[in-house]
């Protein structure tokens, strides 16, 4: 079973300060995602990456930084976090094998960040 | 640009009674569309994709690229499927592009 963890599921912090959200799958998934979810808004994607190192800008990456240093964790980075960066996050991982259905994203639990 | 509608924020049904999610879709290309679920407490997974033709969970969805839809269908609700559901559209081989969501609510 495809299990991807999330380093936190609350967290609150303070305008201005920086914030780690991390995230680790154990599937040897070549691709990973950041996205946002809000209400009546769905998933916007913040950030994609498909390899170590390699990292692409997604639907809204204003604000939003990341780091794929290792094949199996994704990190997402808020320089100075805003009030309107109060949002759940969900990460995802997928597989770029010739498997059944390499398309399929496996989430993990969210993170509900809320800053003050 | 792609891009996923979901006109209905919420829904509210019988059970026992049909349910019909609504999806409608733009893109260029070809498309490969999906419903993901998130029940209460857990985390969001696949339910079903329109290549596979397959029913889970007694729901089923038809790609009709006429009227550009994928609309989630289930003829008899249940408590259980009371959830928040996503329609989603495959681009740039690896990416999603999600709906903004409905959520379904089943009355006994």
């Known amino acids: 079973d495809v299990k991807v963890t999330q380093s936190s599921r609350y967290l609150v912090k303070r305008t201005g300060e920086k914030v780690f959200l991390e995230c680790v799958q154990d599937?040897?998934?070549?691709?990973m995602f950041w996205y946002r979810q809000d209400p009546g808004l769905g998933l916007r994607l913040i950030y994609f990456?498909?390899?170590?190192?390699?990292?692409e800008k997604g639907d809204i990456p204003e604000g939003y930084s990341v780091s794929r240093e290792k094949k199996e964790r994704f990190s997402l980075i808020l320089e100075s976090a805003s009030t309107n960066q109060t949002s759940m996050y969900l990460c995802a991982s997928s597989t770029r094998e010739s498997t059944p259905h390499p398309d399929t994203q496996y989430f993990g639990p969210g993170t509900r960040l809320t800053v003050l | 640009a792609q891009r996923v509608t979901q006109p209905e924020k919420l829904l509210s049904v019988f059970k026992g009674a049909p349910v019909e999610l609504k999806c409608n879709y733009s893109y260029s290309g070809s498309p490969e569309l999906f419903w993901y679920v998130q029940y209460s407490r857990q985390r969001l997974q696949l339910l079903l994709r329109?290549?596979s033709r397959e029913s889970i969970k007694g729901f089923t969805a038809d790609l009709n690229k006429g009227e550009t839809s994928f609309h989630l269908k289930k003829p008899f609700a249940q408590e259980e499927d009371s959830a928040m559901y996503y329609c989603?559209?495959?681009?740039?081989?690896?990416?999603?592009?999600f709906g903004a969501g409905t959520t379904v609510t089943v009355r006994a």
């Open positions: 989603a559209l495959k681009f740039n081989d690896y990416k999603l592009s």
């Open positions: 329109h290549i």
């Open positions: 990456s498909y390899d170590v190192k390699m990292k």
């Open positions: 599937m040897d998934h070549e691709n």
